[in-house]
């Protein structure tokens, strides 16, 4: 069973820095593109961040581009997102996805983890 597992969200200043994490399992991910979603109350979900599982090519959002940081970490199954300069506007659920490379189909998503961001 395929599984995505985010963790580290919680509720912060603005200026704060956390650091997300999804642990994937069930199986191998090293042909997928991992991302990064969020949704703010009453908003659409919209894409963070993406990378290839095993190579070094990251896709940002304009609005955290130079804030946040997609990483992997092959060994421990686990993409993480480094959040810095955070703002009341990333307020919102973070979800993590995977879609196989040649797809466009985000097929595993993760149940959300909540980040508040207070002025």
């Known amino acids: 069973q395929v599984q995505l597992v985010e963790s580290g969200g919680g509720l912060v200043q603005a200026g704060a820095s956390l650091r997300l994490s999804c642990a994937a399992s069930?199986?191998?991910?090293?042909?997928?593109?991992m991302a990064w979603f969020r949704q703010a109350p009453g908003k659409d979900r919209e894409f963070v961040a993406g990378t290839i599982w095993s190579g070094a090519s990251t896709t940002y959002a304009d609005s955290v581009k130079g804030r946040f940081t997609i990483s992997r970490d092959n060994a421990k199954n686990t993409v993480y997102l480094q959040m810095t300069s955070l703002k009341p506007e990333d307020t919102a659920v973070y979800y993590c996805?995977?879609?196989?490379?040649?797809?466009?189909?985000?097929?595993?998503w993760g149940q959300g983890t909540q980040v508040t961001v207070s002025s």
């Open positions: 996805a995977a879609r196989r490379s040649y797809s466009a189909t985000y097929d595993y």
């Open positions: 069930g199986r191998t991910f090293s042909n997928d593109y």
